[in-house]
Protein backbone atom coordinates (compact mmCIF):
# COMPACT_ATOMS: atom_id res chain seq x y z
CA UNK A 1 0.00 0.00 0.00
CA UNK A 2 1.29 3.64 -0.58
CA UNK A 3 1.04 5.96 2.33
CA UNK A 4 1.26 9.63 2.50
CA UNK A 5 5.08 10.15 2.77
CA UNK A 6 4.14 12.67 5.85
CA UNK A 7 1.87 10.09 7.98
CA UNK A 8 3.83 7.07 7.06
CA UNK A 9 4.17 4.85 10.12
CA UNK A 10 5.67 1.56 9.33
CA UNK A 11 6.43 -0.65 5.92
CA UNK A 12 9.37 -0.65 3.58
CA UNK A 13 10.34 3.10 3.59
CA UNK A 14 9.49 3.49 7.64
CA UNK A 15 9.13 7.04 8.95
CA UNK A 16 11.45 7.56 12.17
CA UNK A 17 9.81 11.30 13.00
CA UNK A 18 6.42 9.76 14.46
CA UNK A 19 8.03 7.57 16.85
CA UNK A 20 10.52 10.24 17.98
CA UNK A 21 7.73 12.58 18.26
CA UNK A 22 5.47 10.18 20.27
CA UNK A 23 9.36 10.04 22.92
CA UNK A 24 9.07 14.32 22.86
CA UNK A 25 5.23 14.49 23.85
CA UNK A 26 5.71 11.76 26.75
CA UNK A 27 8.40 13.81 27.97
CA UNK A 28 6.37 16.82 27.98
CA UNK A 29 3.21 14.93 29.44
CA UNK A 30 5.84 13.95 32.26
CA UNK A 31 7.08 17.53 32.15
CA UNK A 32 3.27 19.19 32.99
CA UNK A 33 2.84 16.40 35.50
CA UNK A 34 6.19 17.58 37.35
CA UNK A 35 5.37 21.32 36.97
CA UNK A 36 0.90 21.83 36.67
CA UNK A 37 1.75 23.65 40.50
CA UNK A 38 4.60 25.86 39.39
CA UNK A 39 3.49 29.83 39.19
CA UNK A 40 4.62 29.86 35.25
CA UNK A 41 1.80 26.72 34.41
CA UNK A 42 -0.47 28.27 36.48
CA UNK A 43 -0.25 31.55 35.10
CA UNK A 44 -0.25 30.01 31.60
CA UNK A 45 -3.73 28.24 32.36
CA UNK A 46 -5.36 31.49 33.53
CA UNK A 47 -4.21 33.25 30.53
CA UNK A 48 -5.55 30.49 28.53
CA UNK A 49 -8.99 30.56 30.36
CA UNK A 50 -9.55 34.18 30.18
CA UNK A 51 -8.51 33.79 26.09
CA UNK A 52 -11.15 30.81 25.68
CA UNK A 53 -14.02 30.40 28.16
CA UNK A 54 -17.03 31.05 26.79
CA UNK A 55 -16.27 29.73 23.24
CA UNK A 56 -19.41 28.53 22.62
CA UNK A 57 -18.76 26.92 19.15
CA UNK A 58 -15.80 25.43 20.48
CA UNK A 59 -17.54 23.79 23.59
CA UNK A 60 -20.21 21.92 20.86
CA UNK A 61 -17.11 19.76 20.28
CA UNK A 62 -16.92 17.82 23.29
CA UNK A 63 -19.90 15.85 22.49
CA UNK A 64 -17.79 13.93 19.84
CA UNK A 65 -15.12 13.15 22.72
CA UNK A 66 -17.90 11.73 25.25
CA UNK A 67 -16.39 8.30 26.69
CA UNK A 68 -20.01 6.34 25.40
CA UNK A 69 -19.65 8.21 21.64
CA UNK A 70 -15.63 6.98 21.34
CA UNK A 71 -16.49 3.24 22.32
CA UNK A 72 -19.48 3.22 20.08
CA UNK A 73 -17.34 4.69 17.46
CA UNK A 74 -14.74 2.26 18.50
CA UNK A 75 -17.19 -0.83 18.19
CA UNK A 76 -18.45 0.27 14.90
CA UNK A 77 -14.69 0.54 13.42
CA UNK A 78 -14.02 -2.91 14.68
CA UNK A 79 -17.02 -4.52 12.93
CA UNK A 80 -16.00 -2.68 10.07
CA UNK A 81 -12.39 -4.04 9.77
CA UNK A 82 -13.99 -7.58 10.21
CA UNK A 83 -16.15 -7.37 7.47
CA UNK A 84 -14.21 -5.51 4.96
CA UNK A 85 -10.61 -7.03 5.72
CA UNK A 86 -10.63 -9.38 8.95
CA UNK A 87 -7.62 -8.59 9.97
CA UNK A 88 -7.76 -9.37 13.81
CA UNK A 89 -4.62 -8.01 14.50
CA UNK A 90 -5.99 -3.96 13.18
CA UNK A 91 -9.40 -5.09 15.50
CA UNK A 92 -6.45 -6.09 18.63
CA UNK A 93 -4.34 -2.20 17.43
CA UNK A 94 -7.89 -0.76 18.09
CA UNK A 95 -9.32 -2.49 20.82
CA UNK A 96 -5.84 -1.71 22.59
CA UNK A 97 -5.53 1.74 21.42
CA UNK A 98 -8.80 3.43 22.20
CA UNK A 99 -9.71 0.49 25.44
CA UNK A 100 -6.19 0.83 26.87
CA UNK A 101 -5.38 4.40 26.57
CA UNK A 102 -9.06 5.21 28.66
CA UNK A 103 -7.90 2.91 31.22
CA UNK A 104 -4.35 4.37 31.14
CA UNK A 105 -5.20 8.32 31.57
CA UNK A 106 -8.07 6.89 34.23
CA UNK A 107 -5.28 4.98 36.06
CA UNK A 108 -3.35 8.08 36.01
CA UNK A 109 -6.18 10.72 37.08
CA UNK A 110 -6.85 8.75 40.60
CA UNK A 111 -3.23 7.99 40.83
CA UNK A 112 -2.10 12.19 41.01
CA UNK A 113 -5.22 13.54 41.90
CA UNK A 114 -5.39 17.04 40.64
CA UNK A 115 -8.33 18.70 41.56
CA UNK A 116 -10.50 20.47 38.71
CA UNK A 117 -11.15 24.46 38.33
CA UNK A 118 -13.20 26.01 40.79
CA UNK A 119 -16.08 26.48 39.66
CA UNK A 120 -20.07 26.01 40.30
CA UNK A 121 -21.29 22.23 39.32
CA UNK A 122 -17.88 21.74 38.69
CA UNK A 123 -17.16 17.66 38.40
CA UNK A 124 -15.87 15.49 41.06
CA UNK A 125 -13.61 13.40 39.15
CA UNK A 126 -9.86 14.49 38.67
CA UNK A 127 -8.41 16.81 36.24
CA UNK A 128 -5.03 15.74 34.95
CA UNK A 129 -5.13 14.43 32.17
CA UNK A 130 -7.80 15.84 30.24
CA UNK A 131 -9.28 12.43 29.50
CA UNK A 132 -11.48 14.38 25.97
CA UNK A 133 -7.95 15.42 24.96
CA UNK A 134 -6.63 11.74 25.73
CA UNK A 135 -9.01 9.88 24.35
CA UNK A 136 -10.55 12.54 21.63
CA UNK A 137 -6.99 12.12 19.78
CA UNK A 138 -6.82 8.28 20.66
CA UNK A 139 -10.05 7.24 18.37
CA UNK A 140 -9.49 10.07 15.77
CA UNK A 141 -5.92 9.03 14.88
CA UNK A 142 -6.83 5.72 15.28
CA UNK A 143 -9.58 5.71 13.13
CA UNK A 144 -7.02 7.56 10.24
CA UNK A 145 -4.90 5.05 10.85
CA UNK A 146 -7.06 2.01 9.83
CA UNK A 147 -8.56 3.86 6.85
CA UNK A 148 -4.52 4.29 5.79
CA UNK A 149 -4.55 0.31 6.25
CA UNK A 150 -7.61 0.18 4.36
CA UNK A 151 -7.62 2.29 1.61
CA UNK A 152 -4.71 3.44 -0.75
CA UNK A 153 -6.28 7.01 -1.82
CA UNK A 154 -3.44 9.87 -0.93
CA UNK A 155 -4.86 12.50 -1.45
CA UNK A 156 -8.38 10.85 0.85
CA UNK A 157 -5.84 9.31 3.54
CA UNK A 158 -4.19 13.45 4.17
CA UNK A 159 -7.58 15.05 4.32
CA UNK A 160 -8.43 12.41 6.88
CA UNK A 161 -5.36 12.95 9.09
CA UNK A 162 -5.81 16.68 8.80
CA UNK A 163 -9.39 15.99 9.85
CA UNK A 164 -8.09 13.93 12.75
CA UNK A 165 -5.95 16.66 14.18
CA UNK A 166 -7.70 19.72 13.39
CA UNK A 167 -11.08 17.54 15.76
CA UNK A 168 -8.46 16.18 18.58
CA UNK A 169 -7.37 19.89 19.20
CA UNK A 170 -11.29 21.28 18.76
CA UNK A 171 -12.22 18.44 21.31
CA UNK A 172 -9.66 18.65 24.16
CA UNK A 173 -9.93 22.93 23.54
CA UNK A 174 -13.73 22.40 24.31
CA UNK A 175 -12.70 21.59 27.86
CA UNK A 176 -10.76 25.10 28.26
CA UNK A 177 -13.75 26.55 27.03
CA UNK A 178 -15.89 25.03 29.96
CA UNK A 179 -13.60 25.10 32.57
CA UNK A 180 -13.85 21.56 33.00
CA UNK A 181 -9.91 21.33 32.65
CA UNK A 182 -6.75 23.67 32.89
CA UNK A 183 -4.98 24.00 29.59
CA UNK A 184 -2.33 22.16 30.71
CA UNK A 185 -4.51 19.05 31.59
CA UNK A 186 -5.27 19.61 27.73
CA UNK A 187 -2.11 19.81 26.68
CA UNK A 188 -0.87 16.43 28.74
CA UNK A 189 -3.68 14.46 27.61
CA UNK A 190 -2.66 15.35 23.83
CA UNK A 191 1.04 14.34 24.49
CA UNK A 192 -0.26 11.63 26.58
CA UNK A 193 -2.53 10.18 24.24
CA UNK A 194 -0.17 10.19 21.26
CA UNK A 195 2.49 8.78 22.92
CA UNK A 196 -0.01 5.87 23.47
CA UNK A 197 -1.15 5.72 19.96
CA UNK A 198 2.38 5.50 18.54
CA UNK A 199 3.58 3.03 21.27
CA UNK A 200 0.61 0.92 20.08
CA UNK A 201 1.37 1.68 16.34
CA UNK A 202 4.85 0.50 16.65
CA UNK A 203 3.49 -2.62 18.71
CA UNK A 204 1.39 -3.50 15.65
CA UNK A 205 3.69 -2.97 12.82
CA UNK A 206 6.15 -5.18 15.50
CA UNK A 207 3.37 -8.08 15.07
CA UNK A 208 3.33 -7.51 11.41
CA UNK A 209 6.77 -8.06 10.40
CA UNK A 210 6.61 -10.92 12.64
CA UNK A 211 4.19 -12.31 10.96
CA UNK A 212 5.88 -12.05 7.51
CA UNK A 213 9.40 -12.95 8.79
CA UNK A 214 7.25 -16.40 9.80
CA UNK A 215 6.08 -16.70 6.32
CA UNK A 216 9.36 -15.76 4.25
CA UNK A 217 11.66 -18.33 6.72
CA UNK A 218 8.94 -21.18 6.33
CA UNK A 219 8.58 -21.43 9.68
Not at 49 to 74: C, D, P, R, S
Amino acid sequence: MHYPKFFLLGGTNIRKWPYILGIFTFVAFCFLWITFETAIIKAFDKGAFELLYGNKFITMFHHIGETNFIFTVAIILCIFIWIYKKDYKLIGFVIVSVGGGYGLYQLLKRLIERPRPDIADQFSTFSFPSGHAVHGLLYLFTIAYVLNRLYTLNKASLIVWIAAIILALLIGISRITEARHFASDVIAGWSLGYSWFILCVWFYRRTIDYKRFEKNSGT
